[in-house]
């Protein structure tokens, strides 16, 4: 969870943070 804080700037969804905790960042959530 080291890029929650990082991808609340960028206004990504609680999905992604579940996401980044395995390595991988879906930007196809976000979108």
Known sequence: ML???AAREEG???VVYL???N???LEE???
């Open 3 to 5: 890029h929650t804080a």
């Open 19 to 21: 996401d980044a905790a």
């Open 12 to 14: 990504y969804s609680d």
């Open 29 to 31: 959530v976000s979108a």
């Open 23 to 25: 390595g991988t960042f």
